[in-house]
């Protein structure tokens, strides 16, 4: 007789009960005691729960990580917008941390147990081997749990406005939520572990006894591919439209080896890791460093900088059980607030609603050659362009504009990250080797980083004097010669009788006047 089928087995154990049946008892009658080894292994019959995640299809994780999942601590992240304000441009990045710490946790668990099992020599013993399984799981899922409001936003804009000098970080208060939600839930994990995750989380090996392996699978200091980068290239790229953006990470993490203690790619993928991490490269350029969506942070970032006299922020993000209600929700609460401490912060909301947005005057990319001339310092930069503002045009101030300075990489600075990737040839996967850029192709790119300084004002009628400032500023701070494409590049409403705006009118003039004088 073949094997029963699973509709078969179950039907076959079954007995009618009478319909007052209690329910355990009802469950004891099923025989499920009795079901075979397969049928104990279906996910339905151990009561595997599972997310449909539109990028991964059915995400599963063992009980243990639904624990801290299910807390008010990861439960927040369900109202932090992984890419800020990226909606007011992108109407379809709505997604949340919650999502993507979701994803990236799932991807952790997916690549650490296929090296595990697939070479069980990297951790022999079977307890270390379920900690290790455990804990990267869930540093992939807390990565991101200390995220404040609007995502980078909050830490890379607003903390730094309120403190220049600060050296805190996201990452600092994953760690410190990450306790707190231990101790709140009163949730069972061994302090070691507890440690682990941490170091994990941080990308940094904090004892000799861990394998150095397993640091490069949540946040990869190495080389920078990792599970995180793999999920938010595709979740956002998804989420915002940008179908031309997509990238499958299945093939690496499938295809992936340990050797010499380094997760090694086949070397036939060598070209697909530089598709990354271009891909990256362009997200940050089209989409996250989008002119409107940076004129769009700055604002949140103002607001948030005016209420800070009523919200304190620099000591909620020392305290955990205020930060757990910190997020995107504030603005909420800023705009419905009657306080007269808030007046200036509604007022912007209220721009924002209405789409009065600051306005992006104008840009400058910055040639490696001529990097050095540019401050490191933004309200130097924003004195140096007052100063040089034309008599002839509206006056205007440093508080008037603000200067963005971005840096745009391969993930490691001005650095090429797949020099630091180790590969391996299927004939011979016992022995790891670096590739050369040309090895890979002739047409890949001979710089990795990119800078861009960008100029936007808080009052659009400023816009034609900051303009003619700016331009000014290029000339005489950063040696940057106007072309017709600069000259094209002007961003105002012409004269309806001239058919010039005044901007315009005021450079030609300076121009002629040079001219004349020679």
């Known amino acids: ?163 220049p000098s600060t050296t805190w970080t996201h990452e600092q208060a994953s760690e410190m939520l990450l306790d707190y939600m231990i101790d709140d839930n009163h949730i069972d994990i061994k302090p070691e572990n507890v440690k682990l995750i941490k170091s994990l989380i941080r990308g940094e090996q904090f004892s000799s006894n861990i394998s150095p392996w397993i640091y490069e699978i949540v946040a990869n200091k190495r080389n920078s591919l990792d599970v995180d980068k793999f999920d938010y290239i595709s979740r956002d790229s998804y989420y915002v439209g940008a179908k031309d953006l997509t990238f499958d990470s299945r093939g690496l993490i499938e295809e992936s080896l340990v050797i010499n203690n380094e997760i090694c790619y086949p070397s036939k993928m060598s070209f697909k890791i530089y598709d990354l991490f271009h891909t990256r490269y362009r997200l940050f350029k089209s989409i996250y460093l989008h002119r409107v969506n940076q ?65 992006f005057v104008n840009e400058a990319l910055i040639l490696p050659e001529k990097a050095h001339k540019l401050p490191s310092d933004k309200g130097q930069i924003e004195r140096e362009i007052v100063n040089c503002s034309s008599g002839d045009c509206e006056s205007f101030t440093e508080k008037d504009i603000f200067v963005k300075i971005s840096n745009i990489n391969y993930a490691m600075k001005d650095q090429n990250p797949v020099d630091s990737v180790s590969f391996y040839r299927r004939d011979n996967p016992l022995v790891s080797f670096k590739l050369n850029r040309n090895d890979v192709s002739l047409l890949l790119p001979s710089e990795f980083s990119e800078k861009k300084l960008r100029v936007f004002v808080r009052d659009k009628s400023k816009l034609e004097s900051v303009m003619v400032a700016f331009r000014q500023y290029k000339r005489e701070k950063l040696g940057m010669t106007e072309g017709k494409a600069q000259e094209a590049e002007l961003k105002v409403t012409p004269n309806s009788k001239t058919g010039k705006s005044s901007a315009e009118k005021s450079i030609l003039t300076k121009r002629h006047d040079r001219e004349e004088s020679k």
């Open 1 to 163: 007789m073949g094997r029963l089928s699973v509709f078969e087995f179950l039907m076959s154990q079954h007995t009618p009960l009478p319909p007052d049946t209690d329910a355990n008892e009802r469950s004891n009658t099923l025989g499920w005691d009795s079901a075979p080894e397969w049928v104990r292994e279906l996910p339905f019959y151990k009561h595997v729960r599972k997310i449909n995640d539109p990028i991964h299809g059915f995400i599963r994780f063992e009980p243990s990580i639904w624990k801290f999942v299910d807390t008010r601590q990861f439960q927040r992240l369900r109202d932090v917008k992984q890419v800020g304000l990226c909606s007011y441009v992108f109407p379809g990045g709505t997604h949340t941390r919650f999502e993507h710490c979701l994803g990236t946790g799932f991807m952790a668990s997916q690549l650490v147990s296929r090296l595990i099992d697939q070479q069980p020599q990297l951790v022999s013993d079977p307890t270390q081997k379920n900690d290790y399984k455990e804990c990267v799981t869930l540093a992939g899922l807390c990565h991101d749990l200390g995220h404040g409001p609007f995502s980078h936003v909050f830490d890379g804009c607003v903390i730094p406005e309120l403190d």
């Open 295 to 359: 004129a769009l942070d700055m604002m949140v970032t103002d607001i948030f900088v005016q209420a800070n006299s009523r919200f304190k922020f620099l000591d909620i993000i020392k305290d955990p059980e205020e930060y757990t209600y910190l997020t995107d929700s504030i603005l909420l609460d800023i705009e419905r607030s009657k306080s007269k401490e808030l007046v200036d912060s509604r007022a912007l909301i209220r721009r924002l609603r209405c789409r009065d947005l600051y306005k």
